[in-house]
């Protein structure tokens, strides 16, 4: 900015004079730049909310588009016996059930051993279902060793120890090895051969007094140097008093077609069996149209403010071409007829979605009930359409959506364009300080001059004025 002595030679205001001109410059600039961020800023934000609406309304309809959501199943009769869970394979149906056994660990315990007690040598080789692994003792040893070893290694070859805890309990008789399986059921029944350095592997002294094997047939043949605590033992339920299921684990999944079943406490003699029943479950189509109609009516309400004329002030996208657009192709969409594959075809106001005068919608649920209760394969087949090529109304209805909410859909698209012209503004702004700065300097520049041309003037006349004054016969006029 030009520096100004102002009025030391003309006596005018010159800062005052300046700012006057670049005001009058910068006024009606800033104020129509402001007038079109404004307007670009409420353009942005209507079209903003009015994707919005149509994506919460995409959503409400994707629902009904999902194959999972049809024909489920409920089942009850979950008690404190059992607890079930069932999916769309089950048919609908009632069954007793009744848990005769709950699935059990093996679980061994080892005679008594003194605390510093050489347990004996060689190899010991524990196996539970598909898992077995071999440790080797040495003459010292201990029980506790032999407890460090099962939990934590070292294994010969590439074994490794995934069935089978180890701990200690001591008892006024000493130390006891306690085994447990880490699975339940017969399967996971835990067997221990050994290989005694005594020349004796099934004895009662050295490393074969914890041998435990029952796996032959002949009981004669059994060791059983260790007590068994608890014996591996599988779940069993009884279905409508005859037909009995048995379990590894408390679970029994699809021994009903599509129904699981997993035993929780047994039921004594005096106990009523559990009563299962299972029956269709189909709300998810009442759900889903009661969601998209709630979305489609805040839609309609948002269309109605945005779009309005009239003696009480237009709304920000009145007139609005797009606007216009997506709501005639949705009321358009929405009164469209599905083929069937019997021949028939079914539409939203068949099932019940209905409009009023003003284009809100309500669903009248008897009508629903009544199309769902004669055929809902046909009323999946309407949505979802009756193969993977062909899809149903929950596809095109998608698709239509997707044509103004992607991210290179057309409302996103006119975001985008107001978006880049209001960017634009700030350049402007940027631009037209530079020229105010500018014209600003020239004016300073300007008006200095002049103030220094009048000065030197002032100076001139002054000098003038008094040599006239001190000529020979020039007489001062007196006032």
Do not use: C, W
């Not at 047994?266 to 559990?274: G, K, L, R």
């Not at 889903?288 to 489609?296: A, D, M, Q």
């Amino acid at each position: 900015m030009a520096i100004s002595f102002n009025g030391l030679g003309s006596g005018l205001a010159v800062s005052d004079i300046v700012d006057a001109l670049v005001n009058a410059e910068r006024t009606p600039f800033t104020s129509r730049l402001n007038k079109r961020e404004a307007t670009l800023t409420t353009d942005i934000s209507a079209a903003g909310a009015l994707k919005s609406a149509l994506e919460k309304l995409q959503t409400s309809m994707e629902a009904l588009g999902d194959v999972e959501n049809y024909q489920r199943r409920s089942i009850s009769g979950g008690d404190d016996f059992l607890s079930v869970e069932s999916d769309k394979d089950a048919q609908p149906g009632g069954y007793n059930v009744k848990v005769d056994a709950l699935a059990q660990a093996h679980k061994l315990s080892s005679p008594a051993f003194a605390a510093d007690e050489p347990i004996g040598s060689g190899v010991i080789t524990i196996s539970s279902g598909e898992n077995s692994f071999s440790t080797v003792l040495s003459p010292t040893n201990t029980l506790e060793d032999l407890r460090d070893q099962i939990n934590n290694g070292p294994f010969t070859g590439t074994d490794s120890n995934d069935s089978v805890t180890a701990t200690i309990v001591t008892t006024d008789a000493g130390q006891h090895l306690v085994l447990t399986s880490k699975e339940t059921g017969e399967e996971n029944a835990i067997s221990i051969t050994v290989q005694d350095n005594d020349g004796n592997n099934t004895d009662a002294g050295g490393l074969s007094r914890l041998a435990y094997d029952v796996s032959d047939a002949d009981p004669a043949n059994h060791v059983t140097n260790l007590t068994e605590v608890d014996a591996a033992q599988n779940a069993q339920i009884t279905i409508d008093g005859t037909l009995t299921v048995t379990s590894n684990t408390n679970e029994f999944k699809n021994v009903i077609d599509g129904v699981d079943i997993t035993a929780k406490k047994v039921h004594d003699a005096d106990d009523d069996d559990s009563s299962l029943k299972v029956t269709e479950n189909n709300s998810n189509i009442k759900a889903g149209l009661n969601s998209f109609i709630e979305s489609y009516n805040e839609l309609l309400e948002l269309s109605k403010n945005l779009g309005r004329s009239g003696e009480d002030g237009a709304g920000v996208m009145a007139g609005d071409s797009m606007l216009r657009g997506v709501m005639s192709k949705l009321r358009q969409q929405l009164t469209n007829e599905v083929g069937l594959s019997d021949g028939s075809s079914l539409s939203l106001s068949k099932l019940g979605v209905e409009a009023d005068r003003y284009g809100k919608l309500t669903l009248d649920t008897e009508r629903l009930d009544e199309q769902v209760k004669a055929d809902v394969d046909l009323v999946q087949e309407f949505f979802l359409g009756d193969n993977e090529d062909e899809g149903g109304f929950a596809q095109s209805f998608d698709e239509l959506m997707s044509f103004y909410t992607d991210s290179d859909g057309i409302v996103q698209n006119r975001i985008d364009s107001k978006q880049t012209q209001l960017d634009g503004l700030d350049d402007e702004r940027i631009d037209f300080a530079r020229k105010m700065e500018s014209l600003e300097s020239r004016l300073y520049a300007q008006y200095n001059s002049m103030d220094l041309l009048v000065a030197q003037l002032n100076s001139t006349s002054s000098y003038v004025q008094a040599q006239l004054d001190n000529m020979p016969g020039v007489v001062k006029k007196s006032n």
